[in-house]
């Protein structure tokens, strides 16, 4: 997977991405923020709350099925049990991946999106491109993001809004029944929990 910048759904040089980087260097210059508090926030929200939270929510469904069914049913209530919620995450609604149908989320109006179980969103999250061509031609945007759909899966695509935020539950890889939660937590990545990428296969991991 390329980096966001490199992506085909990245944005343009005007990404408002830019400009808060501008006041960013503004705010230092002027002594008013501290460069290093920054990246330690940014750091918090990449690599603590999100997306690994997700992951670890991901692979205690595959594990735990009593947890599943109350993922399924009520998945604000099911996350806050691991400890995550708030930061627009409070109304949660997990969808999961079958052979049957795969799914896509995405936020047509503006970027509303999971903080708490999915960290920072990327940039091509918030892009028009992506929001745009996620809901007229969902295969075509999979296919850039290198997602093999099954012989006749059919893709279902979520709109995320200020009432509701998605997780998708990707499907869990074959031969990975002996790892541990926190083993199959490393195969789920940020991607596969937007339903822009799949669950790594354990080999891709070693």
């Given at each position: 997977m390329p980096h966001d910048s490199d992506h085909p759904y990245s944005h343009l040089p005007s990404d408002p991405a830019l400009r808060v980087k501008a006041l960013e260097s503004?705010?230092?210059?002027?002594?008013?923020?501290?460069?290093?508090?920054?990246?330690?926030?940014?750091?918090?929200?990449?690599?603590?709350?999100?997306?690994?939270?997700?992951?670890?929510?991901?692979?205690?469904?595959?594990?735990?099925?009593?947890?599943?069914?109350?993922?399924?049913e009520d998945a604000t209530s099911a996350i806050a049990e691991l400890g995550f919620q708030g930061r627009q995450s409070e109304h949660m609604v997990a969808v999961e991946n079958t052979p049957e149908t795969h799914n896509l989320v995405v936020c047509t109006l503006c970027s509303c999106y999971p903080w708490a179980v999915l960290g920072i969103p990327p940039g091509w999250y918030k892009s028009d491109a992506y929001r745009a061509r996620a809901v007229r031609e969902p295969r075509a945007v999979l296919e850039?993001?290198?997602?093999?759909?099954?012989?006749?899966?059919?893709?279902?695509?979520?709109?995320?809004?200020?009432?509701?935020?998605?997780?998708?539950?990707?499907?869990?890889?074959?031969?990975?029944?002996?790892?541990?939660?926190?083993?199959?937590?490393?195969?789920?990545?940020?991607n596969a929990m937007i339903g822009t990428g799949l669950a790594a296969t354990a080999e891709r991991t070693t």
């Open positions: 503004v705010l230092v210059s002027k002594g008013l923020i501290d460069p290093e508090a920054v990246d330690a926030l940014i750091d918090l929200y990449e690599n603590e709350i999100g997306p690994r939270n997700g992951a670890r929510v991901v692979a205690r469904a595959w594990t735990d099925p009593a947890f599943k069914a109350r993922l399924m850039d993001f290198g997602v093999s759909l099954l012989p006749g899966q059919s893709v279902r695509v979520w709109d995320s809004t200020a009432e509701v935020r998605y997780l998708v539950i990707p499907m869990r890889p074959e031969g990975t029944e002996q790892l541990s939660e926190d083993a199959l937590a490393d195969l789920v990545s940020r």
